[in-house]
């Protein structure tokens, strides 16, 4: 830590402190205005315009002044938005104070090392609706007096990156240990927590509509910092996505498919930890079932039927999604549909040859990490009457309260279902029911 501020080109110094800029931002905006305003609407517009800067002007300055009382202990990692009401008219002021290094001025790297801040750089900014959208900003520099801060300290940088792992600014950062503190990240995705005591800490990202790779939003992460030096974290934090999945059948002798229903589908990407996939699931056959909360991998996500395994169809076709839909390429906040096939099981239940009703039949998933287990009932023709199922292989049971008979390996793994299955209810076939 520096015993003095350094003089600083076109800045004044004042015991520690150099003001470094003084300036108006606006919003770049295309405003059609009609022929008919008046010349007089339009002065009296930039009038108040004009009193409202004049204000948010003042307001910065005021900030600054009282920012100016503080300790540097208090300052460092200090992020506050105060409500100032003036009339009719309402600002907002925003306190924040980073940590800079000596060489250029600019925020400590998000990255490992030894390197650790010179300047405090402590900015006023205020907003209004009355400001047609500037804002007022003073920033200064800040130098804290040498013993400030001691060699059990150290700071924690939290990087965050969005689906391009380019850097997110303004997402609000938490962390909780030894020492609490609030701050937004900034132009480099960077929130750098400077000079805090040594230890573990708990990292919170919680902004609405945003996720992280597993999908999660109130994103918690532990960190260590180390006296002397700079620990970092990435994360991945971007506007979620969301897929409305339908669904299809080929059933036996149909000319074209037609809507089916399912109870769960699986989102897959890589990405995704632990497993690579994520499952939404319903109590009840759904004609269409929402993933929602999906990190928008640039690499996309493949969606097909079932939460297991072996419901994937890439298991037994590696290119099935080249030929077949069900493959969505997501973006941030992307809404998207998406049709995939549930392959039909063509069974037909008979007794003395003929069709049985409303027959009893379960069938359960017996592919590898699979045990899914599904009731339904026959038709009038003794078909299933819902015959759409996630791709794999199943154990058919089918009994009519009174006598069963089972198929213990059907391949349901074609997308044009399977062959006729005829399950005959038969005396030698067994008794009682399904289960």
Same mark, same amino acid.
């Given at each position: 830590?520096?015993?003095?501020?350094?003089?600083?080109?076109?800045?004044?110094?004042?015991?520690?402190?150099?003001i470094?800029? /003084? /300036?108006?931002?606006?919003?770049?905006?295309?405003?059609v205005?009609?022929?008919?305003? $008046?010349?007089?609407?339009?002065?009296?517009?930039?009038?108040?315009?004009?009193?409202?800067?004049? /204000?948010?002007?003042?307001?910065?300055?005021?900030?600054?002044?009282?920012?100016?009382?503080?300790? &540097?202990?208090?300052?460092?990692?200090?992020?506050?938005?105060?409500?100032?009401?003036?009339?009719?008219?309402?600002?907002? /002021?925003?306190?924040?104070?980073?940590?800079?290094?000596d060489s250029?001025?600019?925020?400590?790297?998000?990255t !490992?090392?030894?390197?650790?801040?010179?300047? +405090?750089?402590? %900015?006023? %900014?205020?907003?209004?609706?009355?400001?047609?959208?500037?804002?007022?900003?003073?920033?200064?520099?800040?130098?804290?007096?040498?013993g400030?801060?001691?060699p059990?300290?150290g700071?924690? #940088? =939290?990087? +965050?990156?969005?689906?391009?792992?380019?850097?997110?600014p303004?997402?609000?950062?938490?962390?909780?240990?030894?020492?609490?503190?609030?701050?937004?990240?900034?132009?480099? @995705?960077?929130?750098?927590?400077?000079?805090?005591? $040594?230890?573990?800490?708990?990292? &919170?990202?919680?902004?609405?509509?945003? =996720?992280?790779?597993?999908?999660?939003t109130?994103?918690?992460?532990?960190?260590?910092?180390t006296?002397?030096?700079?620990?970092?974290?990435?994360?991945?934090y971007?506007?979620?996505?969301?897929?409305?999945?339908?669904?299809d059948?080929? #059933?036996?002798?149909?000319?074209?498919?037609?809507?089916?229903s399912?109870?769960?589908?699986?989102?897959?990407?890589?990405?995704?930890p632990?497993? @690579?996939?994520?499952r939404?699931?319903?109590s009840?056959r759904?004609s $269409?079932?929402?993933?929602?909360?999906?990190?928008?991998?640039?690499?996309?996500?493949a969606?097909?039927?079932?939460?297991?395994?072996?419901? !994937?169809?890439?298991?037994?076709?590696p290119?099935?999604?080249q030929?077949?839909?069900?493959?969505?390429?997501?973006?941030?906040?992307?809404?998207?549909?998406?049709?995939?096939?549930?392959?039909?099981?063509?069974?037909?239940?008979?007794?003395l040859?003929?069709?049985?009703?409303? &027959?009893h039949v379960?069938?359960?998933?017996?592919?590898? @990490?699979?045990?899914?287990? *599904? =009731?339904?009932?026959?038709?009038?023709?003794?078909? +299933?009457?819902?015959?759409g199922?996630?791709?794999? *292989?199943?154990?058919?049971?089918?009994?009519?309260?009174?006598?069963?008979?089972?198929?213990?390996?059907?391949d349901n793994?074609?997308?044009?279902?399977?062959?006729?299955?005829? +399950?005959?209810?038969v005396?030698?076939?067994?008794?009682?029911?399904?289960?």
């Open positions: 830590m520096h015993a003095s501020a350094h003089q600083r080109p076109n800045g004044r110094r004042e015991d520690g402190w150099i470094v800029e /003084v /300036v108006w931002s606006a919003l770049i905006l295309l405003i205005v009609s022929a008919v305003l $008046t010349a007089l609407n339009t002065s009296t517009a930039a009038s108040g315009l004009s009193r409202s800067r004049s /204000v948010a002007t003042t307001l910065a300055e005021q900030d600054q002044e009282r920012l100016r009382s503080y300790r &540097a202990v208090d300052l460092s990692n200090f992020y506050e938005t105060r409500t100032v009401g003036l009339g009719a008219r309402t600002y907002f /002021v925003t306190s924040l104070t980073e940590w800079v290094r250029n001025g600019e925020p400590v790297s998000c !490992n090392g030894t390197v650790n801040a010179d300047y +405090l750089l402590v %900015s006023s %900014s205020v907003t209004s609706p009355t400001l047609a959208g500037r804002t007022a900003r003073i920033r200064t520099l800040f130098a804290p007096p040498v400030s801060f001691g059990t300290q700071t924690l #940088a =939290v990087k +965050l990156e969005d689906y391009l792992a380019a850097p997110v303004n997402v609000d950062v938490a962390i909780t240990g030894p020492d609490s503190a609030l701050l937004p990240t900034n132009g480099l @995705g960077c929130a750098i927590f400077g000079y805090i005591p $040594t230890g573990s800490y708990n990292v &919170a990202l919680d902004k609405p509509g945003w =996720v992280d790779a597993a999908g999660t109130q994103v918690t992460k532990s960190g260590t910092v006296g002397g030096n700079v620990n970092a974290i990435t994360l991945q971007d506007r979620a996505a969301q897929i409305a999945v339908t669904f059948t080929a #059933a036996a002798g149909a000319a074209a498919a037609s809507s089916s399912a109870t769960s589908i699986t989102v897959a990407n890589s990405g995704v632990p497993s @690579g996939e994520r939404f699931t319903s009840t759904q $269409t079932i929402n993933a929602t909360g999906l990190f928008p991998f640039s690499s996309g996500y969606v097909y039927a079932g939460s297991c395994p072996g419901a !994937n169809p890439q298991a037994d076709d290119a099935y999604f030929s077949h839909p069900g493959f969505v390429q997501t973006s941030p906040a992307g809404s998207y549909a998406a049709t995939v096939r549930v392959p039909a099981i063509n069974l037909a239940v008979t007794r040859g003929l069709p049985v009703q409303g &027959a379960v069938l359960t998933a017996t592919g590898a @990490g699979c045990s899914e287990r *599904t =009731v339904a009932t026959t038709g009038a023709g003794g078909a +299933l009457v819902q015959p199922m996630p791709f794999g *292989t199943y154990s058919v049971c089918a009994d009519d309260g009174v006598r069963r008979v089972t198929a213990p390996d059907v793994t074609s997308p044009d279902g399977t062959l006729a299955i005829a +399950l005959e209810l005396l030698s076939g067994g008794f009682g029911v399904c289960s």
